[in-house]
């Protein structure tokens, strides 16, 4: 069954430490991106890429960076996870199909730093 | 610019009453618009959808209809049932990126 899968669901970190949330999608879309959810829901897109090699900075600016080597795996890293990057990070994807089409999207990670 | 506009929350409502959650957007052109609900612990899912004027989406008991003349999209349900408590967010999309709103928490009380 194609869908988006984000690990690790759930993480607790020290502060300083690299860290890499991992994004996979099965359905072959081109479109992939990053949204960081705050406690008051409100969704931030943070990354986004349109295919592989493409990476491009979202509305929110944020310190972690993006990759796109192959279509089905769009990681997000932290170089070094401060407590202010905690949040929920929430992976999507979109098919190449015009505006009617909406974005499927993984479970999420909910990033813990301490 | 494009923006979602939804009314704030949180919405408490008993099981079996009638949900309405007010939604008005502005745009440019002629966007698609969405409802996305998300269950605790998860992440967003398409609850339904509508891409031109006057179209109504409809899924699981819960409809929308696309109003040009007054730029809303407000979600209705006849019935709520405890399941359906969530978050609530709608969206427009007009190019490459969705645009949401801020959410609503909806609490059904048994």
């Known amino acids: 069954e194609a869908d988006i899968y984000q690990t690790p669901r759930y993480l607790v970190i020290g502060t300083g430490k690299k860290i890499t949330l991992e994004c996979s999608q099965t359905m072959g879309h081109d479109k992939m991106y990053w949204y960081q959810q705050d406690p008051g829901m409100e969704l931030h897109l943070i990354h986004y890429s349109y295919g592989v090699n493409s990476t491009e900075k979202g509305d929110l600016s944020s310190e972690s960076t993006v990759s796109r080597i192959r279509t089905e795996h769009f990681p997000l890293t932290l170089e070094s996870a401060r407590p202010s990057h905690t949040s929920q990070y929430l992976c999507a994807s979109s098919a190449d199909k015009g505006s009617g089409e909406g974005y499927t999207f993984g479970s999420g990670t909910r990033l813990t730093v301490v | 610019g494009n923006s979602v506009t939804q009314m704030e929350g949180p919405v408490t409502l008993s099981e079996e009453a009638f949900l309405t959650i007010n939604c008005t957007y502005t745009?440019?052109?002629?966007?698609?618009l969405f409802w996305y609900v998300q269950y605790p612990g998860e992440g967003l899912q398409l609850l339904l959808k509508a891409t031109k004027a006057d179209d109504k989406g409809s899924n699981k008991g819960f409809e929308a209809t696309y109003r040009k003349e007054t730029t809303s999209f407000h979600l209705e349900k006849g019935s709520v049932q405890v399941s359906d408590s969530a978050v609530y967010f709608c969206?427009?999309?007009?190019?490459?990126?969705?645009?949401f709103g801020k959410g609503t928490r909806l609490h059904i009380l048994p």
């Open positions: 969206a427009l999309r007009e190019n490459d990126k969705i645009i």
């Open positions: 745009a440019t052109g002629y966007p698609s």
